[in-house]
């Protein structure tokens, strides 16, 4: 199960580092919201890997700790490989339309996590409200209203 996750938000972050990167060079105010809320979430991530693999291996606490840094490292990968498309790899500007573009990437970075929390993580959740769905319900509220001040109240 931690292999299986660490793999999956792996694969999960690079596009995250694509948002931010690119979400960044089009505004300070959009780059602090998308940071921000992709920080947020990302603390769970970190725990949904180190708390499997310790529970695995509780002789070997560094593994934990080493599958969550490295999967967190594909964030960082992600928002290099954005710089280099939307800047230029001998950094002049890019403001062609081009494939790579900044409307591109993040339209595709929104219907990656579109579809991962559609198919993936609310289904997953309501799955493990064996009893109610209380929970569930009230954790998703309050995403949005976390989400929705942070674009209300930080600096446009």
């Known amino acids: 199960v931690a292999m299986l996750l660490f793999v999956s938000l792996l694969v999960h972050n690079f596009p995250e580092g694509l948002a931010v990167a690119?979400?960044?060079l089009e505004s300070t105010s959009l780059g602090i919201t998308v940071t921000v809320g992709i920080m947020i979430h990302n603390i769970p991530?970190?725990?949904a890997i180190?708390?499997?693999c310790l529970a695995a291996r509780p002789d070997q606490p560094w593994l934990s700790f080493v599958l969550a840094s490295v999967s967190g490292l594909a964030e960082p990968m992600g928002a290099f490989v954005a710089l280099i498309f939307l800047r230029g790899v001998d950094g002049e500007s890019q403001n062609q339309m081009s494939i790579m573009?900044?409307?591109?990437i993040l339209a595709f970075v929104a219907g990656i996590m579109v579809i991962v929390?559609?198919?993936e993580l609310f289904p997953e959740a309501r799955r493990?409200?064996?009893d109610t769905t209380k929970y569930f319900w009230w954790g998703t509220i309050l995403g949005i209203i976390v989400m929705v001040l942070t674009e209300l109240y930080?600096?446009?």
């Open 22 to 24: 690119a979400s960044a």
């Open 50 to 52: 180190a708390i499997p």
């Open 117 to 119: 929390a559609m198919w």
């Open 101 to 104: 573009s900044l409307e591109n």
């Open 45 to 47: 991530e970190g725990i």
């Open 154 to 156: 930080l600096p446009s």
């Open 128 to 130: 493990h409200a064996r």
